[in-house]
């Protein structure tokens, strides 16, 4: 059965850091593109950063650059999202998602094509 599942969401300062882990079974992720989103209260879902099924640098949106670190292990089958410099705008539940690609297409999925859904983790950042 596959599934996806988050975790490393927490209560962090302004500044800190936090460490995201996605841990996919099932899924072969040379032949899946992942993103993870996030879902702050009151508000739309948003992608954050991308990552496609040949595992080319990922794509990070400009609200988060610099700052998020989208990185893959296609041994372990995890996909991970390093946060540093964290702002109370980031609080959110993040999610992680995946989108069946061709084998190691380079190819970035839209946000309505990721049919394979964690249940999210909550990150929180305040003082």
């Known amino acids: 059965q596959s599934q996806v599942v988050e975790s490393g969401g927490g209560l962090v300062q302004p500044g800190g850091s936090l460490r995201l882990s996605c841990k996919t079974s099932?899924?072969?992720?040379?032949?899946?593109?992942v993103g993870w989103f996030r879902q702050a209260p009151g508000k739309g879902r948003e992608g954050v950063s991308y990552i496609s099924a040949d595992g080319g640098v990922p794509y990070t949106v400009d609200s988060v650059r610099g700052r998020f670190t989208l990185s893959r292990d296609t041994v372990k089958n995890m996909v991970y999202l390093q946060m540093n410099n964290l702002k109370p705008e980031d609080t959110a539940v993040y999610y992680c998602?995946?989108?069946?690609?061709?084998?190691?297409?380079?190819?970035?999925?839209?946000?309505?094509?990721?049919?394979?859904w964690g249940r999210g983790t909550q990150v929180t950042v305040s003082s």
């Open positions: 998602a995946l989108a069946r690609t061709s084998p190691l297409s380079s190819y970035l999925p839209t946000d309505d094509e990721y049919s394979d």
């Open positions: 099932g899924f072969n992720l040379d032949s899946y593109a």
